[in-house]
């Protein structure tokens, strides 16, 4: 049993001041993440600040954009009527993530936080990893690896980006609104996550002491045809071995504007740029479906336990693209 501090600020700045002073604290949301690694003995904070009562929950239609409060939670997201009936995918992928009990405590903040599955990053008696001990190596690429990526990977780490909901929002160009001493900026969740490069424990742009306080959504045009698929190796409670967020607008039979981001085989939501750029004013056809494909999934890193999902990969997208455009 070790022991940390906790304490429960009222105020935004107050909660920064009380986490940028302790280099060991640390923002404590739905907790579904940081309590759980902290049970694992992973995570060790000298102090837990409770943000959950800040003036930071909420949905919020503001012209051509759903203006997201950090805080609120993946159930409340997924039952905003503007998200039903203009981003249906995000919606998707917000209810194919975790159970409901965890979708109630769960904020979209925390959600674009959480940490990689990596089952050796989850277990410290394991001494070789990255991610968590700089200059250790790592366990993955060398022993059994499944649940792991196949994009922006290298042998120093293959840790998977877990979140269902991030890869929704790269789709969807979402920006995100941050806070810290030194005032307000926002940062493009494509630009907002790192590869692991030579340091997988770097996996965000964020600074000690920032907060996530809200996140843009750009509402993409009426009539849009999407979906998000996750395909994953039980029906509910499960992360995705693949998954595909596709919106396309289309004309008659020809796509005229593609959005594209898959989960599953990135060590960050991996968007698909060349992919939409093969289906910008392309048909609707199985070619070109396959070819946005081959777009995708380029120049992979496999281990053993990963090759599996260079096809599987494909397959999901191509899958996606056919059931919307049916
Ligand atoms: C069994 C299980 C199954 C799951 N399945 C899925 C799944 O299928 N798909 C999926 O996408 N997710 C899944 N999850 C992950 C779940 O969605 C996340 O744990 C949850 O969204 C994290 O949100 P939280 O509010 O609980 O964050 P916390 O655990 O409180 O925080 C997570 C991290 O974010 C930081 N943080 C939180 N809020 C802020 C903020 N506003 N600003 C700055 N830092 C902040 C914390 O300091 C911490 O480091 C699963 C989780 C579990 C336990
Ligand atoms: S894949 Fe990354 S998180 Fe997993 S053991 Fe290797 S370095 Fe650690």
């Known amino acids: 049993m070790r022991e940390f501090r906790y304490e429960r600020p009222s105020t935004v700045a107050e909660a920064i001041s009380a986490v940028a002073g302790d280099p060991d604290a640390d923002f404590l949301a739905g907790g579904t993440t940081e309590v759980d690694l902290m049970k694992d003995g992973v995570f060790h904070p000298d102090l837990l600040v409770d943000i959950t009562r800040l003036p930071l929950r909420g949905v919020r239609k503001n012209g051509t954009m759903l203006q997201v409060g950090a805080l609120t939670t993946m159930e409340e997201l997924a039952a ?9 995918f995000v919606r998707e992928a917000l ?8 979708r109630n405590m769960a904020t979209i903040g925390g959600n674009l936080l959480q940490r990689t599955r990596c089952r050796y990053f989850r277990d410290p008696a394991v001494p070789a990893c990255n991610k968590r001990e700089p200059g ?14 196949i994009l922006g990977a290298s042998r120093d780490c293959i840790a998977l980006h877990a979140s269902d909901l991030a890869v929704a929002l790269v ?11 030194d005032g307000e900026r926002t940062v493009p969740l494509t630009q907002f996550y790192l590869m692991p490069g030579d340091t997988p424990n770097r996996e965000n742009v964020l600074r000690h002491g920032e907060l996530i306080t809200a996140i843009d959504l750009p509402l993409p045009p009426e009539g849009i045809r999407s979906t998000y698929l996750k395909v994953r190796d039980r029906a509910s409670y499960e992360f995705a071995l693949t998954s595909a967020a596709v919106a396309l607008t289309m004309d008659g039979s020809v796509i005229t504007e593609a959005r594209i981001a898959m989960g599953g085989v990135g060590t960050i939501p991996w968007r698909g740029f060349e992919a939409e750029e093969v289906l910008r004013n392309a048909p609707a056809t199985p070619d070109a479906f396959r070819s946005a494909a081959e777009g995708m999934i380029h120049d992979p890193y496999v281990v053993p336990g990963t090759a599996f999902k260079v096809e599987l990969a494909k397959r999901t997208l191509v899958r996606a693209l056919t059931e919307v455009t049916s």
């Open 171 to 181: 789709a969807l160009d979402a920006v995100v609104h941050l806070q810290s001493e």
């Open 80 to 88: 905003d009527r503007t998200l039903i009936e203009r981003a249906p």
């Open 136 to 149: 250790s190596g790592c366990e993955a690429v060398a022993s059994v690896a499944r649940m792991h990526a």
């Open 95 to 102: 209810l194919l993530g975790a159970s409901t009990q965890l």
